[in-house]
């Protein structure tokens, strides 16, 4: 791990408590997002985590350390020992946000591609099915966001 500058939080565009309760956050970089950690109670700056390509501006764990990262057109898996796992399922959606609850991932996402019918914007969720972060590959459609009433021109139109 190599310590970085106190600007590095300046930047930062998502945050979360994670594995050793340390804090987790993310960094956009060029073509590149940078993951940053650091523990609020020894102080000090930030940690570079891990380093990966693409355009990521969003994350969560679950119960097994594994970190689901969701951006434009990409979901990957960071496993504990830092391995990556990319999905394609969401390769024509952009994510805006990940959650996860119950042992399901849930994704918040605008689709960017050509079949709107069939693909539409909103919330979709992917059961977790094992420890070491896999995922189903069916994306389970939880609200289409144009259904939503008077919300549906609120974020995406």
């Avoid at 300046?10 to 945050?15: E, K, N, V």
């Avoid at 969720?125 to 069916?138: A, H, W, Y």
């Amino acid at each position: 791990f190599t310590p970085v500058a106190d600007n590095a939080v300046r930047y930062a565009l998502d945050i979360k408590e994670g594995p050793g309760d340390y804090i987790y956050f993310l960094r956009k970089q060029g073509s590149r997002t940078r993951i940053y950690r650091f523990d609020e109670n020894a102080g000090g700056p930030p940690e570079s985590l891990e380093r990966i390509s693409g355009s990521y501006a969003t994350f969560d764990y679950d119960e097994n350390g594994n970190m689901f990262l969701g951006g434009r057109s990409r979901l990957k898996v960071m496993k504990p020992d830092l391995a990556l796992v990319d999905y394609d399922m969401y390769d024509d959606f952009n994510i805006n946000t990940v959650r996860l609850y119950n042992n399901e991932l849930f994704v918040l996402a605008e689709y960017s591609g050509t079949d709107t019918l069939n693909n539409p914007s909103g919330i979709y969720k992917n059961q977790i099915t094992s420890t070491d972060g896999q995922l189903d590959t069916t994306n389970t459609l939880v609200l289409d966001w144009s259904l939503s009433g008077d919300y549906q021109f609120s974020f995406y139109n």
